[in-house]
């Protein structure tokens, strides 16, 4: 059964920090595009940042760049986003999700809520 299991959401204040985990299961995780996406209220999931399988290349959203890190560790099967100066227009649910060329996989994603 494949599991995409998203971790380490809350409220942080404006300028604060959070890092996000997603610790997957139930398929070959080295073989997968892994990203983060996250979805506001009343507007469009949005990609923020990937990494390929093998860790050796990054995009991520030009909102995020210089603030936010994806990385992955292959060999316990979790990619993380490292998550630095916070603004409350990054509040929103996070999800994880898992890409190859015959399948994707979402997690359900983690709450992050910017605000004084």
């Known amino acids: 059964q494949v599991q995409l299991v998203e971790s380490g959401g809350g409220l942080v204040q404006p300028g604060g920090s959070l890092r996000l985990s997603c610790a997957a299961s139930?398929?070959?995780?080295?073989?997968?595009?892994m990203a983060w996406f996250r979805q506001a209220p009343g507007k469009e999931r949005e990609l923020v940042a990937r990494i390929t399988s093998s860790g050796g290349s990054t995009n991520y959203a030009d909102s995020v760049k210089g603030r936010f890190t994806i990385s992955r560790e292959n060999a316990k099967n979790t990619v993380f986003l490292e998550m630095n100066n916070l603004e409350p227009e990054d509040t929103a649910v996070y999800f994880c999700?898992?890409?190859?060329?015959?399948?994707?996989?979402w997690g359900r994603g983690t709450q992050v809520t910017v605000s004084s």
């Open positions: 139930g398929f070959t995780f080295s073989y997968y595009t």
């Open positions: 999700n898992a890409r190859n060329s015959w399948s994707v996989y």
